[in-house]
């Protein structure tokens, strides 16, 4: 591994919280990391993941060279000519036989901003398909939809993450912190100490519900219900702000007649969270100078998401929250650049800048900064499940280019998703471990990793970082903004595809977003570098910058916020007599989504070396379960094995199995692809499962086994 020394100021490679650290790195290639205690999110602090992530960076298992599939089946070696051949002539025959659309791109969450922007690109200009999607679509889609509809933008975070420390009352609704981004708690720790309350809405007792002053242990699929019940009680008692919605909203008139029928005594039947409790809750947040509703995939990976967060951001509306300080609703996305990410063109609806690919004059400004005609721009493509879901059927995709995602672990329905990667006539990933994905791949790229490479990410809070380059790749790596440019030059489009430096990619993106919802037409390098990142939107080249967002209005028609009302409606699947018990999922500690880094890394793989099902006691005896043993999930889709943690942290009517596993042990073999109606979000937070005792004590881990671990 040829690597400089030299110390480089960085970012961590996986959540969104993108904490500042340092990348030193030592003769022999040796990187060590240190946090950087300037930069003004993580102040100093870092996660377990942080801090073992260079051990990511030399693992044995790397991918230094490209591989390919023969005849008989098996993954070999080959030269980077003769995979990217491969590509281009799989492209080529796909299209010649089937059409543009037949072949597809996914992307990534974690990908940086240049990457996103060029692979929005790639795909509408080199290739000239629809069908464009990535992981995010499984992320935070739902609160982006909502935030579009009623507050016209959607930046995860409108505030700067500190405003939360003076807070006098937080709603969580669905997020676990603690557990997911651990720095960030020293806000919620400040908040306390400044004498603010916070307050959990989760069915798991989780770390952050065990901090916080009020845990409303809610049923799974009912997020919507207990947030009109809330606004019932604030409405009922005085305590909404009258003179803000007539001012600042329209729309109350409709959700007030809808929030009329949730009583607390119903809103109790429905969700389980005791009357008083809700009218504490209610209370606190009422009667506070300032205060927050913040929801996470709790709330929002539902096949009513956006209903749940539009009803969360009601209830911020009618307090008078958005635009005030240390006030306001915000998502907490959880992807390393999960808000860029969804900014730049990854998405099958969207073109950079946040515009819609539908909308004239968005296709007629970024046709120009391609140089490409409107008309030779396609229209929207298909949503990342019903993608993945169109895998090898007639009309679907029958080619496809995975970057920067795992989709063979994460991806709702795996025993479906399976079987239609398997029908693909092609499938390469870039990736640089052999993840689940690329081991049913027919070529697989090596690709660099986030320490070896320069680009910009979007934090949670909107803050445009520079990610700089800390130390060269192995030998025999490409970095994906080169795979692309390359691909592109032998699909025919090189010439569109010529950057001088990724500097320059970003020039382009700025260009692009130029008058857009996400405009980063201000930002340069220069003045990421000067400061501490730029916050968008930044419009041209004396703008500092917006940290806070709404304070004069919403980016709007009228300029006011938009009220939506809410119905409830029951989840996709509810228990019944054959799966008697609700399933939900999500992430612990020391695994990062699909895990194919963290469950290479020796110390996170000690911390949590294998899913645990989590259990209520009563429910564990009523089914004659015991604590550590093996147990077999089922829904209607599939079968998934556990240990089991017999806890009173759980609801007694509910399982959960966090999502960081592939193979038998993978939680995405359980969930169901229902899909919100405006997001398409799949309904990975809910659904029917039964549970069993494994006839023996083993539980088969086939790709844990495959996967070896190495130390930081
Ligand atoms: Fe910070 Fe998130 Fe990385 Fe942990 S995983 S160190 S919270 S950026």
Request: glycine letters at 10%; proline letters at 6%.
């Amino acid at each position: 591994m040829s690597i400089e020394t030299g110390a480089a100021a960085t970012h961590c490679p996986y959540c969104a919280f993108q904490c500042g650290m340092t990348l030193s790195v030592g003769v022999g290639g040796d990187v060590a990391i240190s946090a950087d205690p300037e930069f003004p999110v993580n102040r100093g602090a870092l996660c377990v993941k942080g801090w073992t992530a260079a051990a990511a960076l030399n693992h044995p298992e790397r991918l230094t060279e490209p591989l390919v599939r023969d005849a008989d089946g098996t993954l070999r070696p080959a030269s980077w000519d003769e995979a990217l051949d491969r590509v281009v002539q799989a492209v080529q025959r796909t299209q010649q036989q089937h059409g543009n659309d037949a072949v597809a791109i996914f992307g990534g969450g974690s990908l940086t901003n240049e990457k996103s922007f060029l692979l929005g690109k790639f795909a509408r200009v080199a290739l000239r398909t629809a069908n464009i999607d990535y992981n995010g679509r499984f992320c935070m889609s739902s609160a982006a939809a909502a935030s579009i509809r009623s507050l016209g933008i959607d930046r995860g975070l409108p505030f700067p993450v500190e405003d939360i420390a003076g807070a006098q009352a937080i709603l969580l609704m669905g997020d676990n912190p603690a557990e997911t981004m651990p720095p960030m708690m020293q806000y919620f720790d400040q908040q306390r100490a400044n004498g603010g309350r916070l307050i959990v809405a989760d069915p798991r007792l989780t770390p952050t519900a065990q901090w916080a002053d009020l845990h409303l242990r809610l049923m799974p699929g009912i997020d919507s219900v207990l947030a009109n019940g809330l606004l019932h009680i604030l409405i009922r008692d005085g305590m909404i702000d009258a003179a803000y919605l007539a001012e600042r909203t329209e729309g109350f008139d409709r959700v007030r007649a809808a929030v009329a029928t949730y009583w607390p005594e119903r809103v109790e039947r429905i969700t389980g969270v005791a009357e008083a409790e809700l009218i504490r809750a209610a209370h606190l947040l009422g009667t506070a100078a300032t205060a927050m509703i913040l929801t996470g995939r709790g709330a929002e990976q539902q096949s009513q998401g956006v209903s749940n967060v539009s009803a969360c951001i009601n209830l911020a509306l009618a307090l008078g929250l958005p635009g005030r300080p240390n006030s306001g609703y915000g998502c907490i996305t959880g992807q390393g650049n999960g808000q860029g990410g969804r900014e730049h063109g990854q998405k099958a609806d969207q073109l950079p800048g946040y515009r819609r690919i539908d909308d004239p004059a968005a296709r007629r400004h970024v046709a120009e900064v391609w140089g490409v005609d409107e008309s030779s721009l396609p229209g929207p493509g298909r949503s990342a499940y019903e993608l993945l879901d169109s895998l090898g059927q007639e009309g679907g995709v029958r080619a496809l280019l995975v970057m920067g995602s795992n989709v063979a672990v994460s991806a709702p329905h795996l025993g479906n998703i399976s079987g239609r990667l398997a029908s693909l006539d092609f499938l390469a990933v870039s990736d640089f471990f052999l993840s689940e994905t690329a081991a049913l791949a027919d070529v697989v790229l090596p690709s660099a990793q986030w320490a070896e490479e320069e680009g910009t990410m979007t934090n949670l809070e909107g803050r445009v970082i520079h990610r700089r380059k800390a130390c060269d790749s192995p030998s025999g790596v490409m970095d994906d903004v080169a795979v692309i440019c390359e691909l592109a030059r032998r699909l025919g489009s090189g010439p569109r595809f010529e950057y001088g430096s990724v500097e320059e990619i970003f020039t382009g993106l700025g260009r692009a977003s130029a008058g857009g919802p996400a405009n980063y037409s201000g930002i340069t390098y220069a003045k990421i570098d000067a400061g501490d990142g730029v916050f968008w939107p930044c419009p041209d080249q004396a703008h500092p910058g917006t940290p806070r967002m709404f304070t004069d209005g919403f980016p709007t028609a009228s300029g006011r916020a938009r009220m939506f009302p809410v119905h409830h409606q029951e989840p996709a699947e509810t228990p019944d007599d054959d799966f008697p018990l609700f399933l939900t999922t999500g992430r612990n500690l020391s695994q990062y989504q699909s895990g194919n880094q963290t469950r290479r890394i020796a110390e996170l793989a000690e911390i949590s070396p294998e899913p645990v099902a989590e259990i209520h006691p009563s429910t564990a005896g009523r089914y004659g379960l015991r604590d550590g043993q093996g147990v077999r999930l089922s829904t209607r889709r599939g079968r998934a094995e556990f240990r089991l943690k017999v806890t009173r942290g759980i609801r007694e009517d509910t399982v959960f199995v966090p999502f960081h596993w592939g193979g038998r042990q993978a939680a995405n073999r359980l969930t169901n692809p229902a899909l919100d109606p405006i997001s398409r979000m799949p309904e990975f937070k809910v659904c029917a499962v039964r549970v069993e005792s494994l006839p023996t004590a083993g539980i088969e881990r086939d790709d844990a086994e495959s996967i070896s671990t190495t130390t930081t």
